[in-house]
């Protein structure tokens, strides 16, 4: 199911996943609202476990930006959006290919998430992340008019980022 969400955007499945975690997807969307309120997350409100339109689900570019920052403490998560690929139910007759949504995991150097979307309401958007040499980036576009403008968009962002700044270590993790 994770592969589902992070490679396939499959909105079947993060309602899946929420039903598992909290029992229906209601419950799992009141966790997510607890969440945005816990992080101090002014300008999103879910209504659904998908955010499609319709229901009055809204977000803003920053609290996509906090809410990746948030669920990168999970170092696994990049395990699964960074993949390009991957089967679902291999070794079967109903073997099932997932292409990521997310071009710049095969096409950017160092991009290993996050997750991409499409409304009409709000365009083409890309919560994306890409690490080198120790320093991470994170970059948000939302209303993009396709999908390649949308992957440029965010590609001169990390470009920007990664030739303008560099990470210097203050202290020492365990001090």
Aim: net charge negative.
């Amino acid at each position: 199911m994770l592969l589902g969400v992070a490679i396939g955007s499959g909105n079947d499945a993060a309602v899946a996943l929420g039903e598992r975690l909290a029992g229906s997807e209601e419950s799992f969307v009141q966790m997510m609202n607890e969440k945005v309120s816990e992080l101090g997350l002014e300008n999103t409100l879910f209504k659904t476990a998908t955010g499609l339109p319709g229901h009055g689900d809204y977000s803003s570019a920053y609290d996509m930006a906090m809410m990746a920052k948030e669920l990168l403490k999970y170092e696994k998560i990049t395990e699964f959006t960074g993949l390009y690929e991957a089967y679902l139910r291999e070794g079967t007759d109903e073997k099932f290919w997932l292409v990521n949504t997310n071009k710049l995991v095969r096409f950017y150097n160092g991009a290993d998430g996050l997750k991409t979307g499409f409304t009409r309401e709000a365009g083409y958007c890309l919560t994306a992340t890409a690490q080198k040499d120790g320093m991470r980036v994170i970059t948000v576009v939302f209303g993009a008019p396709t999908s390649k403008e949308r992957n440029a968009q965010v590609s001169k962002l990390m470009d920007f980022a990664f030739n303008q700044y560099q990470t210097h270590q203050v202290f020492d993790k365990d001090v």
